[in-house]
């Protein structure tokens, strides 16, 4: 059983499935009320009805990410609502094109980018005094193994170049928020979990060998609590450590 999230605000991004869904659900269990936001509005509202029928409470956002206007609106939205934001996770995430980098067309390197880092940033930019305003606010950026190993995975640039700068904008965020605020910012490596992505990612690979993101989530509604303490650090799940980041010598 999670730790208790009880009249938490938490936003999850890309929660129609995936990590984004089963961490919504096991937010909402925990007492948080979801704002959950992905493309896919049929996908929400099946999320809706299990959050409800849990005893939990959750608020659809159907947008796409890359609609920054509307997700600056989406933080109007929750200062008229709620005055703050307890939990911000960032999960909404794309592959992109698995080829070499000379074979990239620019579209493809912008999409990736937009939704994978750009999205993040426009969100830290609309939720960060709110995020100031909740007495324990919580941001949660999910991450890969990948931004620090793309020596291992030729032909995924955009992916690994992205996710390298998503832990570089968290660990920014991280700084600016430690010593002055409550808010505290982790990143975290969910390591091959059984998803649409991870099959898209490894077409040949036994799903079924594979943990499940219902196996993650109740570590990142840990990582969500007030009692959470840690700040600009990786949380890795694969082998269950929190790791931190040190300068190059
Ligand atoms: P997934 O099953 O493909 O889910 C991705 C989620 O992101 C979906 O809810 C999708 O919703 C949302 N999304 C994508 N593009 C969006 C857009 N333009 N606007 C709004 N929402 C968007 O992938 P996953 O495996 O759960 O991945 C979740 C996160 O974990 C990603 O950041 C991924 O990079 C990371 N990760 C996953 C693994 C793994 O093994 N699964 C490993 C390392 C890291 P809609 O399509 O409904 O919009």
Same mark, same amino acid.
């Given at each position: ?11 999850v991004t890309g929660a129609s499935r995936g990590i984004g869904r089963a961490v919504a659900l096991e937010l909402?269990?925990? !007492?948080? &009320?979801?704002?959950a936001l992905a493309?896919?509005?049929?996908a929400?509202?099946?999320l ?27 933080? !109007? ?12 996770v960032g999960n909404a995430g794309v592959l !992109? ?5 000379? &074979? ?12 994978n ?23 949660v950026f999910i991450s890969s !193994?990948?931004? &620090? ?39 975290v490596n969910p390591g091959p979990l059984r998803t649409k992505m991870r099959a898209?990612a ?8 594979l943990r499940t993101p219902e196996d993650l989530a109740p570590k990142i509604a840990?990582i969500c ?10 949380y890795?799940f ?12």
């Amino acid at each position: 059983m999670s730790a208790s999230l009880q009249g938490r605000i938490a936003l999850v991004t890309g929660a129609s499935r995936g990590i984004g869904r089963a961490v919504a659900l096991e937010l909402a269990r925990a !007492g948080a &009320h979801i704002i959950a936001l992905a493309r896919t509005q049929g996908a929400l509202e099946e999320l809706d009805d299990e959050i409800r029928a849990a005893g939990g409470q959750a608020t659809l956002t159907p947008c796409d990410i890359k609609d920054f206007d509307a997700l600056d609106r989406l933080g !109007g939205a929750i200062f008229q609502r709620w005055g703050k934001l307890d939990i911000l996770v960032g999960n909404a995430g794309v592959l !992109g094109p698995v080829t070499p980098l000379g &074979h990239i067309e620019p579209k493809q390197w912008d999409d990736v980018f937009a939704v994978n880092v750009t999205a993040n940033w426009r969100l830290i930019r609309s939720l960060d005094p709110l995020l100031r305003a909740s007495e324990a606010g919580r941001a949660v950026f999910i991450s890969s !193994g990948v931004a &620090h190993t793309a020596e291992t995975r030729p032909y995924w640039g955009p992916y690994a170049a992205s996710k390298a700068a998503l832990e570089a904008l968290a660990r920014t965020y991280a700084a600016e928020t430690k010593n002055i605020t409550p808010v505290r910012v982790m990143i975290v490596n969910p390591g091959p979990l059984r998803t649409k992505m991870r099959a898209l990612a490894m077409p040949g690979e036994n799903p079924l060998t594979l943990r499940t993101p219902e196996d993650l989530a109740p570590k990142i509604a840990e990582i969500c609590a007030p009692e959470w303490t840690s700040t600009g650090k990786l949380y890795d799940f694969p082998q269950d450590s929190v790791l931190s980041f040190s300068a190059p010598a």
